[in-house]
Each structure stands twice: as structure tokens, then as C-alpha cells.
């Protein structure tokens, strides 16, 4: 069969975890031949940069340290290039015990900004409005090239799960008056699957996250053209899942030159799906992650037996011969770089 990508994977890209702690949810950003990667690792945020295209990466940096660091399942930092900015977002907070003695904590969404390529770190900036609403941590971030930023999380400050959103215009230095983008008449949204955003190339914006209504679990499309006024959401796909609990799994969003691609998980299915045309299903597995580039659109996601990819060109996606957990991908000028979890490591690997 002929080959229409090539996997090398980059083995000691970022050397020793520190202090021996597992690492989760590694999330990339590209800029040139420039890659940022980020992860968690206890109660530690760290970056790691490659200047090669993913070839190889810098020992790795610590951004921030908190007591309570939201981790796994789709929860840790976010990371994205604005303007000659590095900014990672993450939900960090305090622990504490409630009046019975359980355990708890106060957690908000914050942004650290990085203007020598990585080597140090501004302090935190709250992005969230309402202390202590976002303790799911479950949120995603887009950039453009203006520099603009915008962050989308799952917010609880209503008492109930609702889609909030904020937007920096200065490379994450300050942000905008949480925005309200969607409250479900059910009552919640799901309460446990993270949100995404993209810029497209005419600098609108658009989130996407999985919405609960008539006990239906489905992806859902919003979209603005200033960050402070959303589009009535609109459903991704003709099936829908209905399901009494959280798959805790929000698929992937990319804006590319054939404008915005969205990918998802339905059961055990994931689906391709581009707003207005057809759902095309492409696999099986969880947690696939996406990104659109010059060549087209790349997905990754996992299953139990190895990680899986559908790049340029296919209609499936096939197993790249690597095992893991929760992938990220990003487009490069000419292939992408890929992440994931692999017994409490992270592995990169450079698609060509």
C-alpha cells in the first residue's frame, strides 16, 4: 500500500519529566518552523520549544506551580502564539476542606505570556470574571495574527454548567468582560466534554462544544464576529447520541483554507464534518484532535490498541504503530507534529 505519510517520533525530545511525576495532555502551537508544546506534570505547567519543525525540542521549562492543577481528561494548559507572544492558559486554584471535612478547591482560569520564546514567564492573569467559576477546567484557546486571542470555557458561576468566553486583544496582557456565549434551556451543557476555538481568515470566531438537550449529547457550532456577540448554535451531524452521563470528550476545531473542519467522537465513532455538508465517519476510537494546514486537514485520536491518523489525502484514518492517550496535532508547511501520553511521558513525532 502506498504511504501517504510517514511517522518519525522523536524520542528524547524533551527529556526527563521533572521530578518523576507522570505527564498529561500535551497541546501544541505552530508558528513557522517554530513548535510550542506544553503539558502538565503534578502541580506543574511546563513548556518546551523546537526551533526545527519538531526535529528536536529545548529541555523543557517550568511556566507556573500551584497547589491545585487540573489535569486528564482533556483538562491542563492550552498554548498559542500571538503576534511575538507566547501564551499558555490554564486552570490552577487552592485547596481546602468544606465545613464536613471533604475535600475542595477555589480554581480560575489563568494566562501567563512569554515575549523571548519561552525562556521566562509574566506573571498569572485571571482571565475569568467570577473567582472560582471554572473548577471543571475544561477550556480551549485560538489566536490570530493580529495577536488576538480568545478563550472559551464551561463555566459554573450560574450554578449550573454554561459556555463562557473572553477576548485579548493585546497577546494576553488583559482580557475582555466574560462574555455569556451559550446556556442551554435544559439547564447545562455537558458537563464534562471541553469547548474549542478558531480564528478563520477573516478574523471571526468560532467555538465549538458539546451541547445537552432532549438527553442528547451532540457537537454544536457558535460563531462571532467581535468576541462579545454569538450566533444561535447550530448542530454538528444528522445522528445524535443520546446518553445519560458525559463522555468527557470534545472533539477538535481547525479554521483552514477550506474554512472551518470540526471532528468528533459519536459512541464509538469519529466523525468529520464541515458546517452545511455531511458528517463523513473515519474511524473509531476517543479523543480525536485536529488541525487544517496547506495540504489539508490532519485528525488524530487514540483507541485501545494504538494511536490512529487520517491525513491529507484519506478518507480513514489507519494506526501510525504508536500507543498512547490523548493526541494533539498541529500543521506545519509541509506535514504536522503530533503529541500524546505514553505511560506517563510525553511522545512527539514529526508527520511528513
Known amino acids: 500500500m502506498h504511504l501517504l505519510f510517514a511517522l518519525s517520533i522523536v524520542t528524547a525530545a524533551l527529556g526527563t519529566v521533572p521530578n518523576g511525576e507522570p505527564a498529561h495532555q500535551p497541546q501544541l502551537a505552530v508558528n513557522g518552523a517554530t513548535v510550542a508544546l506544553t503539558y502538565g506534570a503534578g502541580h506543574a505547567i511546563y513548556f518546551s520549544r523546537s526551533v526545527d519543525g519538531g526535529k528536536s525540542f529545548a529541555p523543557a521549562v517550568q511556566v507556573a506551580e500551584s497547589p491545585v492543577l487540573l489535569l486528564t481528561r482533556h483538562r491542563g494548559p492550552r498554548v498559542a502564539f500571538a503576534g511575538d507572544a507566547i501564551v499558555i492558559t490554564a486552570v490552577t486554584g487552592k485547596g481546602g476542606t468544606t465545613a464536613g471535612g471533604a475535600p475542595s478547591y477555589a480554581a480560575d482560569l489563568m494566562a501567563w505570556r512569554s515575549s523571548d520564546g519561552g525562556k521566562t514567564w509574566s506573571q498569572a492573569v485571571t482571565i475569568n470574571d467570577a473567582p472560582g467559576s471554572s473548577p471543571e477546567a475544561l477550556h480551549g484557546l485560538a489566536s490570530d495574527p493580529k495577536g488576538r486571542l480568545f478563550s472559551v470555557w464551561l463555566d459554573n458561576r450560574a450554578g449550573k454548567q454554561r459556555l463562557y468566553g ?23 451543557i455537558c458537563e464534562c466534554c471541553h469547548p474549542s476555538a478558531a480564528f478563520d481568515s477573516a478574523g471571526n470566531i468560532t467555538v465549538m462544544f458539546r451541547n445537552w438537550l432532549g438527553g442528547s449529547r451532540d457537537l454544536y457550532l457558535a460563531q462571532s464576529k467581535d468576541g ?16 445519560n452521563g458525559c463522555p468527557m470528550d470534545g472533539g477538535g476545531l481547525a479554521a483552514g483554507a477550506g474554512g472551518i473542519v470540526t471532528a468528533w467522537r459519536r459512541e464509538h465513532s469519529i466523525f468529520l464534518d464541515r458546517p452545511g455538508e455531511p458528517e463523513r465517519e473515519i474511524g473509531a476510537g476517543t479523543d480525536v484532535a485536529i488541525a487544517a494546514g496547506a495540504g489539508g486537514v490532519y485528525a488524530i485520536w487514540s483507541t485501545p490498541e494504538s494511536i490512529e491518523m487520517m491525513a491529507p489525502g484519506e478518507t480513514k484514518g489507519r494506526a501510525i504503530g504508536a500507543k498512547g492517550t490523548f493526541p494533539a496535532v498541529a500543521a506545519l508547511a509541509g506535514g504536522a507534529v503530533a503529541a500524546w501520553e505514553n505511560a506517563g511521558k510525553i511522545v512527539v513525532g514529526r508527520v511528513r
Open 166 to 188: 473572553a477576548l485579548s486583544t493585546d497577546a494576553g496582557r488583559t482580557w475582555s468582560k466574560n462574555t455569556l456565549v451559550y446556556a442551554s434551556p435544559d439547564g447545562t
Open 228 to 243: 462579545a456577540n454569538f450566533s444561535r448554535p447550530r448542530k454538528l451531524g444528522e445522528g445524535t447520541w443520546k446518553l
